[in-house]
């Protein structure tokens, strides 16, 4: 008894010595609080769709801790905005504690109605800490009207797409056999995460190199403007034919353009002309038994392959310009396959002649072998690559005034603009091939250059500008 007493006596100062004060909370004033900004901006946002939320923190860094009458949106129940506290979700919320040098997330999110207007449209509310005069924030954003395709949605009749709202589509929108979609310069398709384009009948796209036809994401904040993978992409499916993108750019997807469009003939079904593909979490243009064609075209940053143009089928590729440097993704595969064959889900080999065209075209990145010529089908197999720069350990392309390894010298590859600078190797070795304007609308002189570029004196930052 007398050992256990003494073991008691030992441990019990250690308990009280481990039991906290009760904390002490003092007076709000203007000086006890502060946010993490005193301005939260949000980029445009859609109207009628709960936008992501953005984070506040309001700090705490006393001693002790506070009780804050109230924080609220001034508008309250008339806001767009609508605040998450500590799981709950309002306009308004009452007597919140926040410890001694401690701090309170608050998440906002908006709803912004229909402000029936074609240009975005300013909303303007504040978040309000009651009991104060000076610890507040002022929420602005723009409101952007568009023209939504919910659901599964079909265009079964010939439509137009003009400038001006944006479209948007939520799941899968298809245009119909037989049935023309035209969108005409300067429009923004933005699609929702899982969206997809299904092409059975025709896609015309007529932007300019000063006002593109855009297909990207529909998230704006900083941290997805540019990330890969927020939808699905485009797919061009048998029977689709005569489909024309001109000055168009397609971005931030899985793959940009999936080409299935199988005939009896060499005639190009999609051609692809100034346009830009990149950003992709699988693949740039994936093509298989298909008739493309594509000129002034930049692909670039996927995570398998540029483009991949497999199961045979035609293909020509005129003043390109593929480049997978520098890669975001760990890749093994090289940017550009052509194949005779592939390998189906159910282990059967799907094998068709190839025809395969490369000329004044970029093929660059950061692995040794960057092209790649699959024969295993043992279907006849066609290919000619001339006055191309291209990165590759292939001998047999060390021909045909190839420049092989030889480092490109873009313009900004870390900006992806991969227009080449004064000292490019790329300028004057193209051969003449009658495309007299650059992907931006350049004057090409007598002396090309390779890829989709013409480099121009002076030129500034910022290809697509």
Same mark, same amino acid.
């Given at each position: 008894?007398?050992?256990?007493?003494?073991?008691?006596?030992?441990?019990?100062?250690?308990?009280?010595?481990?039991?906290?004060?009760?904390?002490?909370?003092?007076?709000?004033?203007?000086?006890?609080?502060?946010?993490?900004?005193?301005?939260?901006?949000?980029?445009?946002?859609?109207?009628?769709?709960?936008?992501?939320?953005?984070?506040?923190?309001?700090?705490?860094?006393?001693?002790?801790?506070?009780?804050?009458?109230?924080?609220?949106?001034?508008?309250?129940?008339?806001?767009?905005?609508?605040?998450?506290?500590?799981?709950?979700?309002?306009?308004?919320?009452?007597?919140?504690?926040?410890?001694?040098?401690?701090?309170?997330?608050?998440?906002?999110?908006?709803?912004?109605?229909?402000?029936?207007?074609?240009?975005?449209?300013?909303?303007?509310?504040?978040?309000?800490?009651?009991?104060?005069?000076?610890?507040?924030?002022?929420?602005?954003?723009?409101?952007?009207?568009?023209?939504?395709?919910?659901?599964?949605?079909?265009?079964?009749?010939?439509?137009?797409?003009?400038?001006?709202?944006?479209?948007?589509?939520?799941?899968?929108?298809?245009?119909?056999?037989?049935?023309?979609?035209?969108?005409?310069?300067?429009?923004?398709?933005?699609?929702?995460?899982?969206?997809?384009?299904?092409?059975?009948?025709?896609?015309?796209?007529?932007?300019?190199?000063?006002?593109?036809?855009?297909?990207?994401?529909?998230?704006?904040?900083?941290?997805?403007?540019?990330?890969? %993978?927020?939808?699905?992409? /485009? =797919?061009?499916?048998?029977? @689709?034919?005569?489909?024309?993108? *001109?000055?168009?750019?397609?971005? $931030?997807?899985?793959?940009?353009?999936?080409?299935?469009?199988?005939?009896?003939?060499?005639?190009?079904?999609?051609?692809?002309?100034?346009?830009?593909?990149?950003?992709?979490?699988?693949?740039?243009?994936?093509?298989?038994?298909?008739?493309?064609?594509?000129?002034?075209?930049?692909?670039?940053?996927?995570?398998?392959?540029?483009?991949?143009?497999?199961?045979?089928?035609?293909?020509?590729?005129?003043?390109?310009?593929?480049?997978?440097?520098?890669?975001?993704?760990?890749?093994?595969?090289?940017?550009?396959?052509?194949?005779?064959?592939?390998?189906?889900?159910?282990?059967?080999?799907?094998?068709?002649?190839?025809?395969?065209?490369?000329?004044?075209?970029?093929?660059?990145?950061?692995?040794?072998?960057?092209?790649?010529?699959?024969?295993? %089908?043992?279907?006849?197999? /066609? =290919?000619?690559?001339?006055? @191309?720069?291209?990165?590759?350990? *292939?001998?047999?392309?060390?021909? $045909?005034?190839?420049?092989?390894?030889?480092?490109?010298?873009?313009?900004?590859?870390?900006?992806?603009?991969?227009?080449?600078?004064?000292?490019?190797?790329?300028?004057?070795?193209?051969?003449?091939?009658?495309?007299?304007?650059?992907?931006?609308?350049?004057?090409?002189?007598?002396?090309?250059?390779?890829?989709?570029?013409?480099?121009?004196?002076?030129?500034?930052?910022?290809?697509?500008?």
């Amino acid at each position: 008894m007398l050992t256990r007493r003494i073991v008691w006596l030992l441990i019990l100062p250690l308990w009280w010595a481990c039991t906290p004060d009760e904390e002490v909370f003092s007076e709000l004033s203007d000086e006890s609080l502060y946010f993490s900004t005193d301005t939260l901006y949000f980029d445009t946002l859609l109207t009628t769709q709960l936008s992501p939320s953005y984070r506040l923190l309001l700090y705490n860094p006393n001693k002790n801790g506070v009780i804050v009458p109230g924080i609220r949106l001034k508008q309250l129940e008339g806001s767009p905005f609508e605040l998450t506290i500590n799981g709950l979700s309002g306009k308004a919320f009452n007597n919140i504690k926040i410890l001694g040098k401690d701090s309170l997330l608050v998440l906002v999110n908006g709803r912004l109605p229909v402000t029936g207007e074609v240009e975005a449209k300013r909303v303007l509310d504040y978040l309000e800490v009651v009991g104060t005069t000076r610890t507040n924030v002022v929420l602005d954003a723009w409101a952007q009207d568009a023209s939504y395709y919910k659901g599964l949605s079909v265009i079964e009749k010939n439509e137009t797409w003009h400038a001006g709202m944006p479209y948007v589509v939520s799941d899968s929108l298809a245009v119909a056999p037989g049935v023309t979609l035209t969108i005409k310069a300067g429009v923004e398709v933005l699609m929702q995460p899982g969206a997809k384009l299904f092409v059975l009948g025709t896609l015309i796209t007529e932007g300019t190199p000063g006002k593109k036809v855009v297909f990207r994401n529909t998230r704006n904040d900083r941290d997805y403007r540019e990330a890969p %993978g927020q939808w699905v992409g /485009i =797919y061009f499916l048998e029977g @689709s034919k005569d489909n024309f993108l *001109n000055h168009t750019v397609i971005k $931030n997807g899985e793959v940009g353009l999936r080409i299935g469009t199988p005939d009896d003939d060499d005639i190009p079904d999609v051609v692809i002309a100034n346009c830009t593909v990149g950003n992709m979490s699988s693949d740039g243009i994936l093509a298989l038994t298909s008739d493309v064609y594509a000129y002034n075209t930049v692909v670039y940053n996927a995570a398998r392959y540029l483009v991949a143009n497999v199961a045979g089928g035609n293909y020509r590729y005129e003043h390109c310009t593929f480049s997978n440097y520098p890669s975001d993704f760990f890749r093994e595969d090289p940017s550009v396959i052509f194949s005779d064959n592939i390998l189906l889900a159910n282990e059967e080999l799907l094998t068709a002649p190839l025809q395969a065209r490369v000329f004044n075209s970029v093929i660059w990145g950061t692995q040794k072998e960057e092209i790649e010529f699959n024969t295993e %089908g043992g279907s006849s197999f /066609i =290919y000619q690559v001339g006055n @191309s720069l291209l990165k590759t350990t *292939n001998s047999l392309l060390n021909a $045909n005034n190839n420049l092989i390894n030889t480092p490109p010298k873009f313009f900004n590859e870390f900006l992806y603009d991969y227009r080449p600078d004064s000292l490019s190797p790329l300028i004057n070795k193209a051969k003449y091939l009658d495309i007299d304007l650059d992907n931006l609308g350049h004057q090409r002189d007598s002396l090309p250059d390779i890829g989709a570029y013409e480099w121009v004196p002076g030129q500034k930052e910022n290809a697509e500008g």
